[in-house]
């Protein structure tokens, strides 16, 4: 069984970085490819990122790219989210999800999520 906690959301200004962070207390998460997704309110889920199991892959939407980086620590069985030049629209409710793969194959995969944290960008 996994299970996933996510932390790290927060209010920031526009142009600011937050780090999320998640981690799994049940399973060990390191033969699975692990992925970011977030939903802001009114719209539906939106894939941000994702990483393969031994990190050597990052795969990244394209509203996110050149601003996050996902990363993972196995030994820690937690995987991150780095998100630097922050924008409003990146205002929403982040969630990390662990794939029913090793390798990323698309956002169909991933069937394990967190109860997400929330993030707010202000302008």
């Known amino acids: 069984q996994v299970h996933l906690v996510e932390s790290g959301g927060e209010l920031v200004q526009a142009g600011g970085s937050l780090r999320l962070s998640c981690a799994s207390s049940?399973?060990?998460?390191?033969?699975?490819?692990l992925g970011w997704f977030r939903q802001a309110p009114g719209k539906e889920r939106e894939f941000v990122a994702a990483?393969?199991?031994?990190?050597?892959?990052?795969y990244y939407g394209e509203s996110v790219k050149g601003r996050f980086t996902i990363s993972r620590d196995n030994a820690e069985n937690s995987v991150y989210l780095q998100m630097n030049n922050l924008k409003p629209d990146d205002t929403a409710v982040y969630y990390c999800?662990?794939?029913?793969?090793?390798?990323?194959?698309?956002?169909?995969?991933?069937?394990?999520w967190g109860q997400g944290t929330q993030v707010t960008v202000s302008s």
């Open positions: 990483i393969t199991w031994n990190g050597d892959t990052t």
């Open positions: 049940g399973r060990t998460l390191s033969s699975l490819a």
């Open positions: 999800a662990a794939s029913i793969r090793s390798n990323f194959l698309g956002p169909g995969d991933f069937r394990s």
